[in-house]
């Protein structure tokens, strides 16, 4: 297994781990499998990222890494993980997810400079009722 996949596994039983704690109510431990997880699949991102024709595996850890990234309110972090996503090749799909990631982390801060509070979770759960 190369070094990209044995990171991404280790980040993906991770994430699932952090789920099973979340569910089980031991946050703080979810918290720190959730930070692990991301440590891991930047770690394999970053292994993939000067290979621009290794879509859509360089694209999709990317994302996995930045939404991890965000979970861990690492948003700086996140928004480099999307721009080198985008920069390359990514398909049409991930590209558009890519895009919904970056939305979600600058749209309330965007509208917090505009004067308007608004929790982005609460108006989801709005939207989709």
């Not at 999307?82 to 965007?110: M, R, V």
């Amino acid at each position: 297994m190369s070094q990209i996949q044995s990171l991404h596994k280790q980040a993906m039983d991770l994430a699932e781990a952090a789920a099973v704690a979340r569910l089980r109510g031991a946050l703080e431990l979810a918290a720190q499998f959730t930070r692990q997880a991301f440590e891991q699949e930047t770690q394999a991102a970053a292994l993939i990222a000067s290979a621009l024709d290794a879509e859509p595996t360089r694209s999709v850890l990317h994302r996995s890494a930045a939404s991890l990234a965000i979970e861990c309110g690492e948003l700086r972090m996140a928004e480099r993980l999307i721009a080198t996503a985008l920069s390359g090749n990514p398909p049409a799909e991930i590209a558009e997810e890519l895009k919904d990631l970056f939305i979600q982390i600058n749209l309330s801060q965007y509208l917090k400079r505009q004067g308007i509070n608004i929790d982005i979770q609460e108006l989801r759960g709005l939207v989709n009722q």
